[in-house]
């Protein structure tokens, strides 16, 4: 049976054992965000040249949450944050994850081999995000604690929030060799003979 | 009494905020039936946060998905109707006005497909197609914004004189290609036959189609329970985190072909952003769905 795990960042190795696939998460404290592609191949490139990023994710979250911020004056103010589908990033999420030390990537839909590959190598873990769950989600928004990379638009930045139980999200990648997405791929195409076994039968019944 | 550009711009605009802040009362109504019925725990917590998420961003006016989506409509004009006024740029402007005065204020997505430059414009935006309807005097206009986390998933092939075993086995291999990326339970959308832009057309249009509105069609509404039913056993359910429903519904729809017939997949995500209005010649305006 799942559990919900209220979590404040930053986490030690042991709390990231704990989780399991299936599990549900809340997380309190800052979280980095970011869904630009430009800014996952800068902070790649950073981590493979050696040279320091603007925020710290050791022990944090990274996840892939598009955020709108309202600026007034010098007044930041998060109004919203969604999940995206974390996909497009997976060539450059083994280098963030084993670079930059994260505890929590995240977002929707799941990450490459490669990616997963380096999330259990690291001890971090893959939360899933409901897809549409802006106003739940949301709530957890307390405040920007920084944004950079501010040459980008507002869901492309570099941006740290300070959140107030975020989520909850599902474990979908764990530390023990989970990936609900494998998995679930893996048992749906040793289903498909017989899916398509029974589509004859009903063509034929009909 | 001609149709006035302002009525286009107003409701044109209304639609797509309308399909930004609320889901469509009949997905409402499959997602809780199908939360009922969910036997895994993760899928059945799923589905009751996202008829929360839904029913709270309809309450307080918030946007349900923060990526509002390239924004599409589908216009059918009566061929009585009478316009006094443009059209096209009439729902350009309602879009621009939109963008820039919604509250909340919504991100830059519409995407120049090269550079990759964002913007809350661009070039033919929103998407526009146009059709007519013999001997009415109203205007049908749906407004259908698209993302991305259906929309790279979606998909065409053209076949040669297939068998509805070929065509229902090219939809299932579309599904399990997205397997869990879309945020499911997916609406299917297939197109078959006509040409290949037509087929594309065709797809979307069944996509579409209200929950519950009758296939006519016996082969048609063959494939549409077989595929249904097929879908739901891969097991991907809600949010692709595993359960018993992947789709809330397969719409199929077909043109006359050729030795060639193209088939088109598309899909809704569980959001289902679909919103509709009539614009009668005397300047009423009704509310079809959504």
Not at chain 1, 2 to 16: A, D, G, K, N, Y
Not at chain 2, 166 to 181: F, N, P
Request: charged residues 20%.
């Amino acid at each position: 049976m799942s559990r919900l795990h209220e979590l404040t960042l930053p986490v030690v190795p042991s709390q990231i054992r704990e989780l399991r696939v299936g599990d549900m998460v809340s997380l309190t404290g800052a979280v980095t965000v970011s869904i630009g592609i430009a800014t996952h191949q800068r902070m790649a490139e950073a981590v493979r040249g050696g040279i320091p990023l603007p925020v710290d994710l050791r022990g944090g979250a990274f996840l892939h949450l598009s955020t709108y911020v309202r600026e007034v004056g010098d007044v930041r103010e998060p109004l919203y944050l969604n999940p995206t589908t974390s996909t497009r990033y997976s060539a450059w999420m083994p280098d963030i994850v084993r670079g930059l030390g994260p505890r929590f990537v995240g977002g929707k839909g799941g990450l490459d081999e490669a990616s997963a590959t380096a999330l259990r190598a690291c001890g971090c873990v893959y939360l899933s995000f409901l897809g549409g769950g802006s106003p739940l989600l949301s709530r957890a928004l307390r405040a920007v604690r920084s944004s950079h990379w501010n040459e980008y638009i507002s869901q492309f930045r570099l941006l740290t929030l300070d959140v107030q139980a975020l989520g909850p999200a599902t474990v979908a990648i764990d530390v023990h060799g989970g990936n609900a997405y494998d998995s679930l791929r893996a048992r749906a195409q040793a289903r498909m003979p017989g899916i398509l076994e029974g589509l004859r039968g009903a063509r034929g019944a009909g | 009494m001609p149709i006035d550009s302002a009525t286009i711009k107003a409701v044109t605009a209304a639609l797509y905020e309308r399909s930004l802040k609320a889901i469509p009362a009949d997905t409402r109504a499959v997602l809780a039936r199908a939360g009922e019925r969910e036997t895994d725990p993760t899928a059945r917590r799923t589905f009751r946060l996202m008829l929360d998420s839904a029913d709270t961003a309809a309450r307080e006016g918030q946007l349900v998905c923060s990526d509002i989506g390239l924004p599409t409509y589908s216009v059918k004009v009566g061929t009585r109707v009478r316009f006094n006024g443009p059209v096209r740029q009439a729902i350009q402007d309602g879009f621009a006005e939109l963008a820039a005065t919604m509250n909340p204020p919504i991100l830059k997505m519409v995407t120049h497909p090269l550079t990759h430059e964002r913007s809350h414009a661009g070039k033919d935006v929103p998407i526009v197609s146009f059709d007519l309807i013999d001997d009415v005097d109203y205007v049908d206009i749906v407004c259908a914004p698209k993302a991305m986390g259906t929309g790279r998933w979606e998909a065409m092939e053209a076949f040669v004189y297939p068998t509805v075993e070929d065509v229902e086995r090219y939809v299932l291999d579309v599904v399990l290609r997205a397997g869990s990326q879309p945020c499911l339970p997916i609406v299917v959308g297939v197109g078959i036959g006509g040409t290949f832009d037509h087929a594309a057309r065709l797809a979307k249009e069944a996509v579409l189609r209200p929950h519950g509105e009758p296939q006519p069609d016996a082969l048609l509404a063959g494939m549409e329970q077989r595929l249904l039913d097929a879908i739901n056993q891969m097991g991907f359910g809600a949010m692709g985190t595993g359960g018993d429903c992947s789709a809330m519904a397969v719409n199929v729809a077909y043109s006359a072909s050729h030795g060639f017939v193209p088939v088109a997949v598309c899909f809704n995500c569980w959001i289902n952003r679909r919103t509709a209005a009539r614009i009668h010649g005397d300047g009423r305006v009704e509310t079809l769905y959504g």
